[in-house]
C-alpha cells in the first residue's frame, strides 16, 4: 500500500471542492449494504470511501481495492497522528476511514459514499466540527426498517445468525432508530427499486444546492 495516503493531513489547506460526501446508516438487516451497492451501481461519479483495516485480506481481496490493509502498529500510529474520520474495533481486528481519501476525492468534484454504523456516524460529525469543507460536503441518511417486526424477519430470513444473535441485534437496533433525528433525511425503507430512487433523488438534489453548483454562462 502506498503511503502517500496518509499524507492530507489538512483538509483546509486545499481550495472546497463541489463533491457530496453520502453517509449512510442503518440498524443491522435494515439492507443498507445493498442500498449502497445499487447506488454505486447507479451513479458513476460516485465512489466509495475504501476503509482501512489490520485484519488479514480473505481469498480474492485485494489492498487498494476492498481495503487498505495495514499492520497493526501503522494504524495505531496514524489513529494517534489524527487521520482518521473514524476508527473502531471489531472481534481484534481495527477499521477506518481516512480524511485523506475523503477529501482528494472530493477537492476533484467528485462524489463519496461512506457506508456507517450509527456510532461510527456520530464519531464522523465530532470529528469533521469546525472543518468548512468536510461540514459543507456531508450529507446524512438513516434508512429505516418499517417496524421492527419487518427487521427481525429480513434477518432470520438471512440464516447467518443464531436467534440470540438475532435477539441482541433487535436490541441494538431499537437503540440505533432513536438515533434518526441526528441525521439529514429519514428514509423508511421499502423495495429495493424504492430505497435506490430516493437515494438518487437526495444525492440529485444535494447536488444541485449553490454551494456545490456552478450556473454556466453566468
Not at 485480506?57 to 500510529?77: C, I, K
Not at 438513516?142 to 447467518?160: I, K
Not at 437496533?173 to 430512487?197: C, M, N
Request: proline share 4%.
Amino acid at each position: 500500500m502506498s503511503s502517500d495516503i496518509s499524507q492530507s493531513k489538512s483538509p483546509g489547506a486545499a481550495a472546497c471542492g463541489t463533491g457530496v460526501l453520502v453517509l449512510i446508516s442503518a440498524p443491522s438487516g435494515a439492507g443498507k449494504t445493498t442500498v449502497c451497492t445499487e447506488l454505486l451501481a447507479a451513479e458513476p461519479g460516485l465512489t466509495r470511501a475504501i476503509t482501512c483495516t489490520t485484519r488479514a485480506p480473505r481469498a480474492g481481496e485485494q489492498d487498494g481495492v476492498d481495503y487498505y490493509f495495514l499492520a497493526a502498529s501503522t494504524f495505531h500510529q496514524w489513529v494517534a497522528e489524527g487521520l482518521f474520520l473514524e476508527h473502531a474495533t471489531v472481534y481484534g481486528n481495527s477499521y477506518g476511514t481516512l480524511k485523506s481519501e475523503v477529501t482528494s476525492r472530493l477537492r476533484k468534484g467528485g462524489d463519496v459514499l461512506l457506508n456507517i454504523d450509527v456510532q461510527g456516524a456520530a464519531s464522523i460529525r465530532a470529528a469533521i466540527a469546525g472543518d468548512v469543507e468536510l461540514t459543507g460536503a456531508l450529507v446524512t441518511v438513516f434508512l429505516c426498517p418499517p417496524s421492527f417486526a419487518v427487521l427481525e424477519e429480513r434477518l432470520r430470513r438471512r440464516g447467518t445468525d443464531l436467534p440470540e444473535v438475532i435477539e441482541k441485534r433487535l436490541g441494538v437496533a431499537r437503540q440505533e432508530v432513536a438515533e434518526w433525528k441526528h441525521f439529514d433525511y429519514l428514509l423508511t425503507s421499502g423495495t429495493i427499486p424504492e430505497d435506490l430512487r430516493r437515494m438518487r433523488a437526495i444525492l440529485e438534489v444535494e447536488r444541485m444546492r449553490t454551494g456545490r453548483s456552478k450556473a454556466p454562462g453566468i
